[in-house]
């Protein structure tokens, strides 16, 4: 299987491309191409950049070439890590307008490229922001099932993190998802939530003690004000303890930004969940995980059935997504949920893409 990375040499290109290799996911007869823009700086540092994986990975590496035009782009897998991103500057507000504006064309011009040349077959990971209208532009171009934005799979996997480390847990022994749009407006199913070893009357005593009496009513709030909080503190030590006072779902969402803000990033933690779905779509089995898709009626929110991108459970497997895996919701969760898919689907078309 052959895997093309969009944006190769930005933080989270490189990292993805550094992880393909070392977690041993592409063997020596596979190709990674390296994708950069002919006329801008990545057109040359893609030539660079595979000389270093090749010095860093010379007995294990498959092989790399490079594309410098979308025209050029070939793979199984298309992982989509071009554009700008978003500043990490507490100061510089996060943008998502001009953010889209900027990437749009980005998006179309390679999701027109695919469609014109590709095999009909790929399967594209979105990771570039905003994932939601890049998985719009790049459904309605090459088919909804084979287009997946990594973000609610990202989020998954932090809200995990901070329940087992608030229970003192691997998180491999726990389960459950998020939904919603990456960032600030994800929604964590705490109904999904289970942990292993556990029975049905132990896991709900303990979610209820994590979540206390709270409701997903209150969570952009409480989102809103944390983040005040822990960029007000200078000391970034400090910053980082206030977020250990948070409920699990809370830091999900300001652990993240706090690492950003801090001039860290977060491209570590973004490739390897990028790269938990390529070896999902490799593997040739169906795996639930989450991500952003375009819906057409597979999930019911507010009473009808929901038409536009929204992150979701999902089954993944060679072919892209093949089913949404949602049972029945909380009410609070519904709700969330369908105020978020307003939000997207609004934003979506004020971004130029279809309603």
């Known amino acids: 299987m052959d895997v093309?990375?969009?944006?190769?040499?930005?933080?989270?290109g490189r990292a993805i491309c550094g992880a393909l290799i070392e977690r041993g996911e592409l063997g020596p007869s596979s190709r990674l191409q390296l994708v950069g823009r002919a006329h801008g700086a990545s057109g040359a540092a893609v030539h660079g950049l595979r000389v270093d994986l090749i010095d860093a990975y010379d007995e294990k590496a498959p092989q790399i070439d490079v594309a410098t035009t979308p025209d050029d782009v070939v793979a199984d897998v298309v992982v989509v890590a071009a554009g700008g991103t978003i500043p990490t500057s507490t100061t510089d507000p996060i943008d998502r307008d001009a953010l889209a504006l900027g990437n749009s064309a980005v998006f179309e011009e390679y999701a027109d490229a695919l469609a014109r040349h590709g095999s009909g077959h790929e399967v594209v990971i979105v990771v570039s922001n905003p994932v939601e209208l890049a998985v719009e532009v790049f459904s309605r171009r090459l088919g909804r099932h084979r287009v997946i934005g990594m973000g609610a799979w990202l989020d998954t996997l932090r809200f995990r993190r901070e329940i087992a480390a608030t229970l003192g847990i691997r998180r491999q022994r726990v389960s459950?998802?998020?939904?919603?749009?990456?960032g600030d407006r994800m929604v964590p199913l705490w109904s999904t939530v289970r942990l292993r070893g556990l029975d049905a009357d132990e896991r709900l005593e303990i979610v209820a003690?994590?979540?206390g009496d709270r409701t997903l009513a209150s969570f952009a709030s409480e989102v809103a004000a944390?983040?005040?909080r822990v960029t007000s503190e200078r000391d970034m030590t400090v910053a980082f303890s206030h977020v250990d006072a948070y409920p699990p779902d809370v830091q999900a969402v300001v652990r993240p930004y706090l690492t950003h803000t801090s001039g860290a990033k977060t491209a570590h933690g973004t490739a390897s969940a990028t790269v938990d779905l390529i070896r999902t779509v490799l593997d040739g089995r169906d795996i639930v995980v989450a991500g952003q898709v375009l819906l057409d009626g597979e999930v019911s929110l507010g009473g009808m059935p929901w038409r536009g991108v929204l992150g979701v459970p999902v089954a993944v497997g060679p072919e892209g997504w093949t089913r949404v895996m949602l049972d029945d919701l909380a009410s609070?969760?519904?709700?969330?949920?369908?105020e978020v898919g307003q939000a997207i689907n609004e934003a979506i078309v004020g971004w130029g893409g279809a309603p």
């Open 209 to 211: 003690r994590l979540r």
């Open 332 to 338: 609070d969760e519904s709700r969330a949920l369908w």
């Open 226 to 228: 944390a983040k005040t």
């Open 176 to 182: 459950g998802f998020v939904a919603g749009q990456h």
């Open 4 to 12: 093309a990375v969009l944006g190769a040499t930005g933080d989270v």
